[in-house]
C-alpha cells in the first residue's frame, strides 16, 4: 500500500555507496489528472502490478539521479520563497538584475473564492459529518485487534526512526539562512579551509550528503506509512460502485419485460379498431379528393376569363377574380403540383394589370389637362376616371396623385408658352423666328401689351385651376365612398361577430374526440398539435360544404375589408383595400394637390414676373402702372383663394420684392430731385401757385392724396404771397412747396399698394430727414454761401427757414395719422420715426431762433462798448442800436407770425439790458439821479420809443429798471 500512494524513496543503481537518492523535491506541488473510478471489485483487481496509482516504487530500480533530471530550471530550485529580498540570498546575489523579484498579477478569469461559497455544501454535509464522527468515537476502524496492534507497533518504529532525525529540523521557525542554523546543518569547520580539495574532504562531504539522505527517506517512509492505512476506505467506496451495478441490471431487465407485454396488448387489442377507423378516414379523403378536383378545374379557367375581363378593361373585376384565385391557391389548393406555376402567372398578369392603369391614368390626366380649357364639359369621361381610381386603390396604388401632379405640372408650363406665343402672335413688331426665348420676347412687349398678356395668363390659370379641382373633386368623392364603404363593413364584422360569437365555437367534446383519433393515426403528434389540425379540418370542411367552384365564378366583389393591423391590409377570404386611416390620407392628399396646383399656378406667373423685371422694365414703371400691376396680381391671388382654399405667398412675395426695388427708385428719384432743388434753392420768399392753395386745402379736407391731373389750359388764378394753412400764413420758399407734392405722392403710393406702408414709411422718414439736415447744413451752416454763390445769410433767410421748418412739422401729424390708417397693430412701432423727425425739426427751429437773438447780441456788445454818457443825447450808440432792431423787425415781421415775433425780440432786448449793464457797471454810472444817471435816462427812453413804435411791438413789456445799480 505504501508503495502504491506515497512519494517514496528509490534506490539509484550504479552507485557504489548504495546512497538512497530522491525521485524529485517533495515540496513541489503536484497536479495529477482526476480519475474516475474503476469499474471493477477492488478484490479483483485488474491490470499491471502496480495496481490503481502511477506513483514510483519503494522496490523499483532508476537511473541515479543527476541536476539534469529537474523538472524546473536552476535559479527557480534554489529561489527560497521566504526571503524578503532577493539580494540577500547567497546562491543569487551575483546572478544580476534579471532576477529581481517582480509581483504577479492575480488572474482576472478566476473569481475570488470565499468560505461563503462552501456554506451550501457544508450546510448539506453538517448531518453526515456529525453521524461520521459520532461512529468513529464509538467503533475502532479496524474489527481486528491484532491490526491495532499492528498499527501501534508501527506507529511506535516509526516514532523512533522520526527521532533519529535531528530536533532542528523540525522547528517551526526553521532558517537556513541563519548563521547558527546553516553551520549546525553544515559544520564547515569539518572542512579545510586551505587551498585545493583533500581526501578527507571529499569523505566529509560524501558523509554529510549520505546523512542529510537518510533523514530524508525516514521522514517520506513514515508519510507512506501514515497514507497506506487510509487506503480501506477507498475499497470500500468501489465495493459500493460494484453493487449500484448489479442493480441498474436487474431494472434494466425489469424494463425490458415490461415493453413486451406493451407489445403484445398492441398487437392484439388496438390494430383491428385502428384499421376500421384508418378504412373511415379514406373514405373521407376520396370525398375531399373529389371536391378538389372540381375546384381544380374551376381554377383552370381563371385565366381566360381574366383575359376577358381585360379586353373590356374591367380591371377591378380582373383583378378581384385574380386575387380569388390566389386566395383559393393559398388555401383549399395549397401544394398542388399541376398549379405550381399558376400562382406567379397570376401575379405577373396582377404587374401587368397594375401598369396598364398606371398608363391609363397618366394618359387620361394628360389628355383632360392639354385639351381646350374653355371646351364642356369640365370633367372628360367621369366613368373612366372613377374606374381608374377605383381599381388604383384596390391595387393600393397610393401615389396615382403624384402622376396626375407631374401632368399638372407639364401643362402649366405649356399654359405661360400658349399664352406667350398667341401674345406674340399679334404683335408684328417681334420677330419670332430671330427671337426664339419666351422671356426675351416678353421683354420686347411694350408696358400695355405685357399687361394684357399677364391678365390674359391670370385668366387661363384661373380655367386651369377651375378644372383640376373639378377633376380631384370627382376623385375625392370615390375615396369617401370607398371610406364609408370600409367604416360600414367594419362595423357589420364587429356586430356579426359579436352576435355569433358562441354559435361559431365548436363543442369541445367532439373537438377532443377528434384530438384523439388524430393522435391515435398520425404518429409523433401531441394533443395540442391534434386538436389543432381537428378544428382546421373542421373549418375547410364549413368552406367546402359550399361548392368550392362557385367561390371562382361569382366573379368580382367589391366589399372592403380594414384590419386595423399594423400590415394595414389581412387576406381572408377578400380582396386587400386600404384602411381608414390610409384613405384618409389619400384624401387629405388629393386636397393638398389643388393647393399644388394653386402653388404651381403662381410659381409659373412669378416666372412671367421675374423674366419681364430682368432687365429692369418694372422698376422703371410709372406709378399708375405699377398700382395697375399691383391690382391686377392681388385679383388674381384673392380670386386663386377663393377657389383653393389656399393662399399662396410666391406670386405675392415676387411683387413684394418687385415693390421694394420700385419703392427704392421711387424714393431715390424724389430723393436727388429735393436734393437738386435745395442745391440751386437761394432762400427767398416764393408765390405760391393757385394748384399749391388748392393741395393744402384738400390736405386740410381730410383727403390725403394727389389732385386729378386737369387738361392744361391758361389759368387766370394769380399766385398768392403766403400759403394760408389752417387760417395761418407760411411764408416759404419754392423748395418746400415741392416737398409737400412729394410726400403726397408717397402717401398716394400707400392708397394703391397698402402691403409696402411700411417700407414707403422708412423711405418717407429718410426724405424728411435728408429736407431737415441738407437745409440745416445750407441755412445755419453757412453751405449756401459756396452753393448758390449767397453773399451771406442774413436774418430774413433764417426766418425763412424756420417758417419753412414750421410748415412741414404741421404737417407730420397729418402723415402719421394717414400711415397709421394703412399699418397692421403689430407694426405700429415703426411710427417712432415721425416723433424723432418732429424732435430734430423742432431742435433746428430753436437753433434758427437762437442764431437770430444771437446776431443781435454780437452787435450789442460791438456797439455797446463804446458807448459814453456824454451829451448830445440820444447817443449815436443808442440810435444805432435803435437803427438794427427796426432793421431787424422789419426782416421777420413779414414772415414769423406776431406771437414768435414778440417771443424773439423779448430774447432780444433781454440780451440788450445785459450788455448795456455791464457797461454802465464799467462806466461807474448808478441810479442816483446825478447828471450822468439823467443821461442815460434818456436814452432809455429813446430805446423804448423806438422799439414800441414798430409793428407787434406796442405791448412789448421794456422795464429797463433792472439795468441800474443801487447807490451804495
Known amino acids: 500500500m505504501a508503495s502504491s500512494h506515497g512519494s517514496s524513496l528509490v534506490p539509484r543503481g550504479g552507485g557504489r555507496d548504495g546512497i538512497y537518492h530522491k525521485e524529485q523535491d517533495p515540496l513541489a506541488p503536484r497536479r495529477r489528472p482526476v480519475r474516475s473510478l474503476p469499474d471493477v471489485c477492488p478484490k479483483e483487481p485488474t491490470g499491471g502490478g502496480r495496481g490503481l496509482c502511477d506513483g514510483p516504487s519503494v522496490v523499483a530500480e532508476h537511473d541515479r539521479w543527476t541536476v539534469y533530471s529537474s523538472k524546473v530550471n536552476l535559479p527557480a530550485a534554489l529561489n527560497d520563497p521566504r526571503l524578503a529580498k532577493r539580494e540577500s540570498d547567497f546562491f543569487t546575489k551575483t546572478w544580476g538584475l534579471d532576477f529581481a523579484e517582480t509581483e504577479v498579477m492575480p488572474s482576472f478569469y478566476l473569481p475570488n473564492i470565499g468560505r461563503e461559497h462552501f456554506a451550501a455544501y ?214 398542388i403540383h399541376s398549379f405550381r406555376h399558376l400562382g406567379s402567372q397570376l401575379c405577373e398578369l396582377e404587374k401587368l394589370i397594375d401598369k396598364m392603369m398606371v398608363e391609363d391614368f397618366s394618359m387620361y390626366a394628360r389628355s383632360d389637362l392639354s385639351r381646350s380649357l374653355r371646351d364642356e364639359p369640365q370633367v372628360l369621361e367621369k366613368e373612366r376616371l372613377e374606374s381608374l381610381v377605383f381599381g388604383l386603390l384596390r391595387q393600393r396604388k397610393l401615389d396615382f396623385l403624384d402622376i396626375y401632379s407631374d401632368e399638372m405640372i ?188 394653386s402653388d404651381i399656378s403662381h410659381d409659373r406667373c412669378v416666372k412671367v414676373l421675374t423674366a419681364r423685371a430682368k432687365d429692369g422694365s418694372l422698376e422703371r414703371l410709372s406709378s399708375a402702372e405699377f398700382v395697375c400691376l399691383s391690382q391686377a396680381v392681388e385679383g388674381f391671388v384673392r380670386d386663386t383663394e377663393e377657389l383653393c382654399g389656399r393662399r399662396s405667398v410666391s406670386l405675392r412675395g415676387a411683387l413684394q420684392s418687385q415693390a421694394n426695388r420700385f419703392v427704392h427708385r421711387f424714393h431715390e428719384e424724389r430723393k436727388t430731385k429735393l436734393s437738386l432743388l435745395l442745391d440751386n434753392e437761394r432762400w427767398k420768399q416764393a408765390e405760391v401757385p393757385a394748384e399749391f392753395q388748392e393741395l393744402v386745402n384738400s390736405i386740410a379736407d381730410g383727403k390725403i392724396s394727389l389732385p386729378e391731373r386737369k387738361m392744361p389750359g391758361p389759368d387766370d388764378r394769380k399766385p398768392a404771397e403766403f400759403l394760408l394753412v389752417n387760417g395761418q400764413k407760411y411764408a416759404v420758399v419754392g423748395t418746400v412747396l415741392l416737398l409737400i407734392r412729394i410726400f403726397l405722392e408717397y402717401c398716394q403710393c400707400v392708397n394703391d399698394i397698402p402691403s409696402i406702408a411700411t417700407d414707403m414709411l422708412t423711405r418717407l422718414s429718410d426724405l424728411l430727414k435728408h429736407f431737415n439736415s441738407r437745409s440745416c447744413q445750407l441755412v445755419l451752416g453757412a453751405g449756401a454761401l459756396q452753393v448758390v454763390g449767397l453773399k451771406t445769410i442774413t436774418t430774413k433767410n433764417l426766418a425763412l427757414a424756420s417758417r419753412c421748418l414750421q410748415l ?25 420715426h ?135
Open 808 to 832: 412741414v412739422v404741421h404737417y407730420i401729424p397729418v402723415i402719421r395719422t394717414h400711415f397709421e390708417t394703412k399699418l397692421q397693430p403689430k407694426q405700429y412701432s415703426v411710427l417712432r
Open 122 to 335: 457544508l450546510q448539506e454535509t453538517a448531518q453526515r459529518e456529525k453521524i461520521h464522527e459520532r461512529c468513529k468515537s464509538i467503533c475502532p476502524n479496524k474489527d481486528d485487534l491484532d491490526a491495532i496492534s499492528s498499527i501501534t507497533t508501527n506507529h511506535e518504529k516509526s516514532r523512533a526512526e522520526l527521532e533519529q532525525v535531528p530536533k532542528i529540523f523540525m522547528k517551526p521557525d526553521f532558517a537556513l539562512e541563519d548563521p547558527i542554523t546553516f553551520s549546525a546543518v553544515l559544520p564547515w569547520s569539518h572542512f579545510s579551509s586551505s587551498g585545493g580539495k583533500s581526501s578527507r574532504d571529499v569523505a566529509s562531504s560524501k558523509l554529510l550528503q549520505e546523512k542529510l539522505s537518510h533523514y530524508l527517506d525516514v521522514v517520506e517512509v513514515s508519510i507512506a506509512r501514515q497514507i497506506s492505512l487510509r487506503s480501506d476506505a477507498f475499497f470500500h467506496a468501489m465495493s459500493s460502485q460494484h453493487e449500484l451495478q448489479d442493480q441498474l441490471q436487474e431494472t434494466q431487465r425489469a424494463v425490458a419485460v415490461l415493453r413486451g407485454r406493451t407489445a403484445a396488448i398492441d398487437r392484439v387489442m388496438c390494430q383491428g379498431p385502428l384499421r376500421a377507423l384508418r378504412t373511415a378516414l379514406t373514405r373521407n379523403n376520396c370525398v375531399k379528393l373529389h371536391n378538389k378536383l372540381k375546384l381544380m378545374a374551376a381554377v383552370h379557367q381563371t385565366q381566360p376569363t381574366v383575359q376577358l375581363l381585360l379586353s373590356t378593361s374591367e380591371f377591378v373585376g380582373a383583378l378581384e377574380l385574380i386575387a380569388t384565385t390566389k386566395e383559393v391557391l393559398q388555401q383549399e389548393l395549397q401544394g
Open 834 to 968: 415721425f416723433d424723432h423727425i418732429t424732435k430734430d425739426y423742432n431742435d433746428h427751429i430753436s437753433e434758427i431762433s437762437a442764431k437770430l437773438v444771437a446776431i443781435m447780441d454780437s452787435l450789442f456788445e460791438k456797439v455797446l462798448s463804446k458807448y459814453e454818457v456824454r451829451a448830445p443825447m440820444p447817443s449815436s450808440c443808442f440810435r444805432n442800436v435803435c437803427k438794427q432792431m427796426a432793421k431787424m423787425h422789419e426782416a421777420i415781421s413779414d414772415l414769423l407770425p406776431e406771437d414768435q415775433t414778440q417771443m424773439l425780440f423779448l430774447r432780444i432786448n433781454a440780451s440788450f439790458k445785459l450788455h448795456l449793464k455791464r457797461q454802465l457797471c464799467r462806466l461807474g454810472v448808478v441810479n442816483d439821479g446825478g447828471p450822468q444817471h439823467g443821461l442815460v435816462v434818456v436814452d432809455v427812453a429813446f430805446y423804448t420809443e423806438n422799439v414800441q413804435v414798430l409793428r407787434s411791438l406796442e405791448r412789448l413789456d421794456l422795464n429797463m429798471v433792472e439795468i441800474w445799480e443801487q447807490k451804495r
Open 410 to 597: 407639364l401643362a402649366a408650363k405649356a399654359i405661360v408658352s400658349q399664352c406667350v406665343a398667341e401674345s406674340v402672335f399679334h404683335i408684328e413688331e417681334i420677330d419670332t423666328e430671330a427671337v426664339t426665348k419666351l422671356a426675351e420676347q416678353m421683354r420686347l412687349m411694350t408696358s400695355p401689351q405685357w399687361f394684357d398678356l399677364l391678365k390674359n395668363i391670370f385668366d387661363t390659370f384661373l380655367l386651369f385651376l377651375q378644372r383640376i379641382k373639378a377633376t380631384l373633386s370627382v376623385i375625392r368623392n370615390v375615396l369617401l365612398e370607398v371610406l364609408n364603404s370600409n367604416q360600414k363593413n367594419r362595423l357589420l364584422e364587429e356586430a356579426g361577430s359579436g352576435a355569433s360569437g358562441h354559435q361559431s365555437s365548436p363543442d369541445p367534446t367532439s373537438l377532443q374526440g377528434e384530438a384523439e383519433l388524430a393522435y391515435l393515426t398520425h404518429e409523433g403528434l401531441f394533443i395540442s398539435d391534434a386538436l389543432s389540425e381537428a378544428q382546421q379540418q373542421q373549418q375547410q370542411q364549413v368552406l367546402l360544404s359550399q361548392d368550392p367552384s362557385s367561390r371562382i365564378q361569382q366573379g368580382p366583389r367589391t366589399e372592403a375589408v380594414d384590419s386595423g393591423t399594423t400590415e394595414s391590409f389581412v387576406m381572408s377570404g377578400e380582396h386587400v383595400m386600404p384602411t381608414e386611416t390610409e384613405m384618409k390620407r389619400v384624401i387629405s392628399s388629393a386636397q393638398e394637390l389643388l393647393h399644388t396646383a
